[in-house]
């Protein structure tokens, strides 16, 4: 049974920083790919970053700069680091796998597993 676990969100401070963690089991994380997506309330699940064990990697415009993505295969963890949060950053954050092609992804249809997601909350 493959699943993914999300950690790390919580209440950050505007221009704060936080990093989110995605451990995987029941699959060997180097053959797939790992998106990130974020969902605010009322709002389309949107992609932010993706990243291949090719390392390919896809950032979105709306948060290139602030937020970085990379991956520990041994550890079977991925991660993605928020900085310099904005008040349009809060969101339901979603990592996200998918046997792994050596393009990018962002297309929440494209994956096969989700973690249940973590909460981000910017507030001051």
């Known amino acids: 049974q493959v699943q993914l676990v999300e950690s790390g969100g919580g209440l950050v401070q505007p221009g704060g920083s936080l990093r989110l963690s995605c451990v995987a089991s029941g699959v060997t994380l180097d053959e797939y790919a790992i998106g990130w997506f974020r969902q605010a309330p009322g709002k389309a699940r949107e992609a932010v970053s993706c990243?291949?064990?090719?390392?390919?990697?896809y950032i979105a415009d709306s948060v290139k700069g602030r937020f970085a993505v990379s991956r520990d295969d041994s550890k079977n963890t991925a991660y993605m680091q928020l900085n310099s949060q904005k008040l349009a950053d809060p969101a339901v954050y979603y990592c996200a796998a998918r046997e792994s092609v050596h393009a990018i992804v962002t297309l929440t249809e494209e994956y096969d597993y989700w973690g249940q997601g973590t909460q981000v909350t910017v507030s001051s």
């Open positions: 990243l291949t064990p090719y390392g390919d990697t």
